[in-house]
């Protein structure tokens, strides 16, 4: 049974005033509130077992080294990766995908070389790119989308030649919420035999991932955006594509031996983790985990599924309203104008009303420019997010539209 008002109970924040109104708390694409569960891991952990991980025989080192590596097995049941050697943790989705740009161009990528991204995506997954491709005298390829905000896969096919070395694209749009079909975009990907790497910074939170079934080559994700601390992510990787890239940093753990002379490197996943990782953040990350798993990835995915609906509709039924991404599978964020008005003053007479939105180009600036837009008010959801929450927003909302129409 999905219970959201027990649900709402783990979370805190939540139950605090905003200006004098209750928290209705819609930026959690921006990042996500923590459950008591998490706070108190960090807190255990820094009351109880902090000690540094992989480097000590004492029991307190131990004890958190062995919490480290629970949550890397933690990670890989939730998306199902044949290995735990093939987890690594970053400090988040923009330095995984930094990490595969920059490992990848620096094996793989000559002048003249072909990177194909969608024009969809966040700065984190086109910037890194713009840099390699920059560096290495490559060229960035762009998969268009219609003006539904939904991926040409024709133009996508026509984009392959002889010089493709690699993809990356966008699971979920966090501006304008559409699904992309990974599994097709994988599947042709391989069919011309280029790795491709999955930005699941906008689906790990709002749908089963199973990379196996997927087939991709990387996937990433932020820990924030999935109910667990700041300063935590995700970089899975098939293992022969792991072993066969250099290490990303240098460092402490990330050897095997070290001589002034020659440093060889540490096994998987070590050689990604150079330096003193945020261990109890990525051990709060695994109890994270471990609570959605309890509720039901699946059980979530419903209910958010029924809070985009019914938000669409509400948000529909105000004339002076338009949405920015019409996909029909769209999870997790809902884009939108309201006539006459910026968005920003949109932003903050709801947040008057305790109601937090994001407003702005949401890092996806290439976005506004397609739409020929500034920027748009953004409504995003969690699994503590309620119906209710959502006509109060609407009303407010039809309120504000009449004050600029
Ligand atoms: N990709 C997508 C789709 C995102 O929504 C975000 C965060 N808004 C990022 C990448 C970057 O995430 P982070 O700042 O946590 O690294």
Not at 123 to 147: D, G, Y
Not at 286 to 308: D, F, P, S, V
Request: net charge negative; hydrophobic share 40%; aromatic share 10%.
């Amino acid at each position: 049974m999905f219970d959201v008002q027990s649900i709402r109970n783990d979370f805190p924040i939540l139950s605090q005033k905003v200006n004098n109104h209750d928290l209705i708390y819609f930026d959690n694409g921006a990042t996500t509130q923590k459950p008591q569960v998490v706070i108190d891991t960090i807190v255990d952990a820094y009351t109880k077992t902090n000690s540094n991980i992989h480097r000590g025989i004492h029991t307190l080192s131990q004890t958190s080294t062995n919490l480290y590596e629970q949550a890397r097995r933690t990670v890989q049941t939730f998306i199902h990766a044949p290995s735990d050697k093939e987890i690594i943790f970053t400090k988040g989705v923009t330095e995984s995908l930094n990490l595969v740009a920059q490992t990848f161009s620096e094996a793989f990528l000559k002048e003249g070389d072909e990177i194909i991204v969608s024009a969809m995506e966040h700065h984190s997954n086109l910037v890194p790119w713009q840099m390699v491709c920059e560096r290495k005298k490559a060229t960035l390829k762009f998969i268009p989308f219609n003006h539904d905000g939904v991926l040409d896969i024709e133009a996508y096919k026509k984009l392959f030649t002889t010089k493709t070395k690699f993809v990356s694209v966008v699971h979920v749009s966090n501006t304008l919420g559409t699904v992309n079909p990974i599994k097709l975009l994988i599947d042709i990907a391989h069919e011309h035999n280029v790795p491709i790497m999955i930005d699941g910074a906008q689906s790990i939170q709002h749908c089963p991932i199973d990379v196996q079934a997927l087939g991709c080559d990387f996937f990433a994700f932020s820990g924030h955006k999935i109910y667990a601390p700041t300063g935590t992510g995700v970089l899975w990787g098939k293992e022969e594509w792991l072993e066969k890239l250099p290490p990303y940093q240098g460092g402490g753990d990330m050897i095997k031996t070290v001589s002034l002379e020659k440093t060889i490197y540490n096994e998987l996943p070590f050689k990604f983790e150079a330096g003193t990782t945020n261990y109890v953040g990525a051990h709060a990350l695994g109890t994270a985990l471990r609570y959605l798993m309890n509720i039901g990835i699946e059980n979530i995915q419903k209910h958010e599924a029924e809070l985009m609906a019914y938000a669409t509709q509400k948000l529909r039924e105000i004339p002076q309203v338009t949405i920015i991404g019409n996909a029909e599978e769209k999870a997790g964020a809902i884009s939108f104008l309201v006539k006459g008005a910026h968005c920003a003053d949109v932003g903050m007479i709801l947040d008057k009303q305790g109601i937090a939105i994001r407003t702005g180009t949401h890092c996806t600036e290439p976005i506004m420019t397609y739409y020929g837009i500034p920027g748009t008010a953004r409504m995003s959801f969690a699994l503590y997010n309620t119906k209710e929450e959502i006509d109060y927003f609407a009303k407010i909302l039809s309120k504000i539209a009449l004050m600029f129409e």
